[in-house]
């Protein structure tokens, strides 16, 4: 039991620093939307700014995503199709993963959201189906995100499955010398800070012939060329031995979940993951209002207004850089974590920011490991130099407190 998961250990640690950010009024805070990140508590007149919020580039209430939303609702009339997409679907869904196709330069499958896809996904991998019916041994990536962690045992069921230490290239490198075929899951932007060292994984993928499998759920629109993120960014056109699942409600500001596989005449894997890959065959499709969100958000990504919020967001990191110590530093990416230690105290300091009018995240275990808990900002376009100014303020005084 528990060889790869535990979750009553998860539940005993950590539910009482869940009780202390309920108690302390972090958790389950219910708000009406100011936009631009701001928002209002319900039955109080205290007005936050979110710190901690994933739409990179404020594309969570852009007009015309809202409106294209709205729209397709109306015409297709029906929120669903009330039939599995494999056997009925409405035109709506091939338009969206066309443009998303075309945006991306690959073959596209949407599903109801990132966890759904790593769950259809992964399994198929582990079987061998994408790897000419080879099981590959499956290496994950310790930090590699929830959604793909809670994977392995299914995964074991079916092949040989290693968990390495965070960005262990050397240990990687070894495990693909040992054995003829071998797939790697990793996140490209890690929720917690940092990246996947892409070039030097392609590298290993040149030599070795390794499979690889990212997470984009937070590269995807926020960095890169059109916003394709950054494992394609590095890797310039897909190919057949590289899969990349994604979140469309992150920086893309629109709903649901993704795969990107090559295009013909790797076609075959799309059949099989339409056939086989869980959740993409027997879970709902991503709703009608959210096909139209991302029909808006792909003409978006083909505009100017893409670039200058990645641009505007790049400048916001750099000057967030420039007044608060942290170790992601220079890496361009939005997430930042701020170490504090003792789980008590970064609860206490989030208590005080958001009394300040600042709301952040407190991260600890399962998360990441005992006694190195912290807070999770992460940065958007639409943040003005006036509030980053101020925040820092706040949390380098506070943090001067506990050191
Ligand atoms: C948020 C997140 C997900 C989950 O995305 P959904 O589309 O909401 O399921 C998956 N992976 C990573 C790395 C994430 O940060």
Redesign the pocket.
């Known amino acids: 039991m528990n060889t790869w998961s535990n979750i009553k250990k998860a539940v005993q640690i950590s539910n009482s620093f869940w009780q202390v950010t309920q108690n302390s009024g972090l958790s389950n805070l219910a708000i009406t939307n100011l936009g631009n990140g701001h928002h209002q508590q319900v039955n109080s007149d205290h007005r936050f700014v979110n710190m901690s919020s994933?739409s990179y580039l404020g594309l969570d209430s852009h007009p015309e995503i809202l409106r294209q939303a709205i729209a397709a609702l109306q015409s297709n009339g029906s929120l669903n199709t009330s039939t599995s997409r494999i056997r009925i679907q409405f035109e709506l869904l091939g338009q969206a993963e066309q443009a998303l196709a075309d945006l991306i330069g690959a073959d596209v499958i949407t599903v109801?959201?990132?966890?759904?896809?790593?769950q259809g996904i992964l399994p198929l991998v582990a079987s061998g189906a994408l790897t000419e019916n080879q099981p590959p041994v499956l290496v994950f990536d310790k930090n590699?995100?929830?959604?793909?962690n809670i994977m392995k045992p299914v995964c074991a069921d079916e092949t040989e499955v290693i968990t390495i230490a965070h960005n262990d290239l050397e240990q990687l490198e070894a495990i693909c010398k040992k054995y003829p075929r071998v797939a790697y899951v990793a996140?490209g932007?890690?929720?917690t800070g940092g990246k996947a060292p892409v070039k030097e994984l392609l590298q290993l993928q040149e030599k070795y012939g390794l499979f690889l499998l990212f997470?984009?759920?937070?590269g995807l629109s926020t960095v890169g060329k059109l916003g394709r993120g950054l494992v394609l960014d590095t890797l310039g056109e897909i190919n057949d031995r590289t899969v990349i699942?994604?979140?469309?409600?992150?920086g893309f500001g629109a709903s649901?979940?993704a795969v990107f596989i090559g295009r013909r005449p790797y076609n075959e894997q799309r059949t099989l993951i339409s056939r086989f890959a869980g959740p993409f065959l027997w879970s709902q499709r991503i709703n009608t209002a959210g096909l139209g969100g991302i029909l808006a958000s792909v003409a978006l990504h083909h505009t100017q207004e893409l670039t200058q919020l990645q641009n505007q967001l790049q400048q916001n990191i750099e000057y967030f850089d420039s007044l608060i110590a942290n170790d992601n530093h220079n890496d361009g990416l939005p997430i930042r974590f701020i170490q504090i230690g003792s789980e008590e105290a970064t609860i206490s300091i989030a208590k005080t920011l958001f009394e300040r009018g600042f709301y952040t995240s407190p991260i600890f275990f399962p998360v990441i490991a005992r006694g190195k808990a912290g807070l999770r900002i992460m940065l958007r376009s639409n943040i003005s130099r006036s509030e980053i100014v101020e925040f820092a303020g706040h949390v380098n005084q506070l943090r001067a407190n506990y050191e």
Do not use: R
Request: net charge negative.
């Open positions: 994933y109801a959201s990132c966890a759904a896809a790593a590699a995100h929830f959604c793909l996140d932007v890690y929720s997470d984009e759920a937070h699942i994604t979140s469309l409600n992150k649901g979940g």
